[in-house]
């Protein structure tokens, strides 16, 4: 269940523009390091996927995956989602199997946990701090940026609008 406010917007531009935005965003916040850690000496910088690194090498392979799937995969692939239909809904083109990924969009968007996963790294910040030293790197912004711009697009994308575009289209 999500909550979700109407925009009354009739188009799915927006959403379209977001999505465009958060693939960008999703992409820098997973080749950027997101904080270095230095604990005696030992610094250690991390990024996205050093997290899930560290889970598959203490044993934690399902955690790993599922923290994998639900911070990097399936925020790029509900916004690639909603970048498919929504581009296909703008320009007026039945794109292949476009009601499908319409669903699929659906489905990724309640895997979609960027914004957990960025809250996450803030708590692990916290602790963190009390063992050494801590610095933030660009990463957490565009963690952010990908955080914020993966909630306004789902509150962009609206389902009957799609439902309605798609009815049009030859």
Not at 106 to 116: I, K, M, Q, R, T
Request: proline share 4%.
């Amino acid at each position: 269940m999500r909550v979700k406010k109407s925009t009354k917007s009739r188009s799915l531009q927006p959403a379209w523009a977001l999505a465009t935005l958060g693939l960008i965003f999703a992409l820098w916040a997973n080749l950027k390091p997101i904080m270095s850690f230095d604990v005696a000496g030992n610094t250690q910088t991390n990024h996205i996927l050093t997290g899930v690194t560290g889970l598959f090498d203490q044993g934690y392979g399902a955690v790993g995956v599922l923290v994998f799937f639900c911070a990097i995969a399936a925020p790029a692939l509900h916004l690639g989602a909603i970048w498919y239909v929504a581009s296909a809904c703008c320009l007026g083109q039945r794109w292949p199997g476009v009601e499908r990924v319409n669903h699929l969009a659906e489905v990724l968007s309640l895997w979609n946990l960027a914004p957990v996963f960025a809250i996450g790294c803030v708590v692990a910040v916290v602790k963190l701090d009390m063992l050494g030293t801590v610095v933030w790197h660009s990463g957490a912004a565009w963690l952010v940026a990908l955080s914020l711009c993966s909630i306004l697009t789902v509150q962009f994308f609206d389902d009957g609008l799609v439902e309605e575009n798609l009815e049009r289209l030859p």
